[in-house]
């Protein structure tokens, strides 16, 4: 059985930081590109990052790009989110997602987690 399982989010105050982790099981961690998405009330599903395992390529949207990064332990088959410099509007239930192309959108992911809730306040 496929499973990704986020963990690592909470409350954090503006400014802070928080690792996110996203441990996969059920299939070859080796053959799939990860990737990081979220989703905040009334607003549509965001791509934040993606890493490909086999060869450890990344991806970040410009919304992150300085200020998060992606990595993964291929050990045990975990993916990495390290959040920094988080402001409020980063606030939203973050998701892991995994598909076998090298393509970090949503609409492409087969296997999601049921996400972990990020707050930032101000």
């Known amino acids: 059985e496929v499973q990704l399982v986020e963990s690592g989010g909470g409350l954090v105050q503006a400014g802070g930081s928080l690792t996110l982790s996203c441990a996969a099981s059920g299939f070859i961690f080796e053959d799939y590109t990860i990737g990081w998405f979220r989703q905040a009330p009334g607003k549509e599903r965001e791509g934040l990052s993606c890493?490909?395992?086999?060869?450890?390529?990344?991806y970040y949207a410009d919304s992150v790009k300085g200020r998060f990064t992606i990595s993964s332990d291929n050990a045990n088959n975990t993916v990495y989110l390290q959040m920094n410099s988080l402001k409020p509007e980063d606030t939203a239930v973050y998701y892991c997602?995994?598909?076998?192309?090298?393509?970090?959108?949503?609409?492409?992911?087969?296997?999601w987690g049921h996400g972990t809730q990020v707050t930032v306040s101000s």
């Open positions: 997602a995994a598909d076998q192309t090298y393509i970090c959108s949503g609409d492409v992911m087969d296997y």
């Open positions: 890493i490909t395992i086999s060869d450890g390529s990344t």
